[in-house]
């Protein structure tokens, strides 16, 4: 299983929209909606904030959005704030009990 | 409250083996899969592979086969990870994180346990 591609970095100013994306293969990303994202800040545990594609957790904010098009899966971030600078990676299923993660993405906030 | 709160540091020679413990509370232990993720300093995320607290099936990412080995202990709602035949290469934060049966996604993560592999 190869990682899924994202880009190294992205950035935007504090109330601007950035989206990552995520892209696969039909064994991974386009054979199922199953497509998670998680949040990390630098020394911690990542974090919950997408799953199966668009859902998302109770207690996170709804400017933390998923979609899928494809063998590519997207979160984007509305209205960014300055905590939402961290390092983002996309996960998905890849049948038979088996994940697969993307190459992770620093958000940046200008 | 949920928490998985796995064993502290390990510093190993290359050659020996690591096994790296995960406690799980709060929850009904046999009701979540628990896998093992990994991040090497200053990169991404990396599946190890998998293991049912209600049985005793495992799966492995293609990686590590042959030299990864998860076990559980349903008395004490514990998972542990064995890597053998460290290389300076396994130099890593080690996590446990757990799925709920049924679901895809991994809702609680470990607090992570640093291994280093050093001669």
């Known amino acids: 299983q190869s990682a899924l591609t994202q880009p190294r970095s992205v950035s935007g100013s504090p109330g601007q929209s950035v989206t990552i994306s995520c892209t696969g293969t039909?064994?991974?990303?386009?054979?199922?909606?199953?497509v998670s994202w998680y949040q990390q800040h630098p020394g911690k545990a990542p974090k919950l904030m997408i799953y199966d594609v668009n859902k998302r957790p109770s207690g996170v904010p709804d400017r933390f959005s998923g979609s899928k098009s494809g063998n590519t899966a997207s979160l984007t971030i509305s209205g960014l704030q300055a905590e939402d600078e961290a390092d983002y990676y996309c996960c998905s299923y890849a049948g038979s009990y088996i994940r697969v993660f993307g190459t992770g993405t620093k958000v940046t906030v200008l | 409250q949920v928490q998985l709160v796995q064993s502290g540091a390990e510093v190993k020679r290359p050659g020996a083996s690591v096994k790296v413990s995960c406690k799980a509370s709060?929850?009904?232990?046999?009701?979540?899969?628990i896998h093992w993720v990994r991040q090497a300093p200053g990169q991404g995320l990396e599946w190890m592979g998998v293991i049912n607290p209600s049985g005793d099936g495992t799966t492995f990412a293609q990686n590590f086969q042959g030299r990864v080995t998860m076990t559980k202990d349903t008395s004490t709602s514990t998972v542990y990870m064995e890597l053998s035949s460290l290389r300076s290469e396994d130099t890593a934060v080690y996590y446990c994180?757990?799925?709920?049966?049924?679901?895809?996604?991994?809702?609680?993560w470990g607090q992570g346990t640093l291994v280093t592999v050093s001669s």
């Open positions: 709060g929850y009904t232990f046999t009701s979540y899969y």
């Open positions: 994180a757990r799925v709920r049966s049924g679901s895809y996604y991994f809702d609680y």
């Open positions: 039909s064994s991974d990303v386009g054979g199922y909606n199953y």
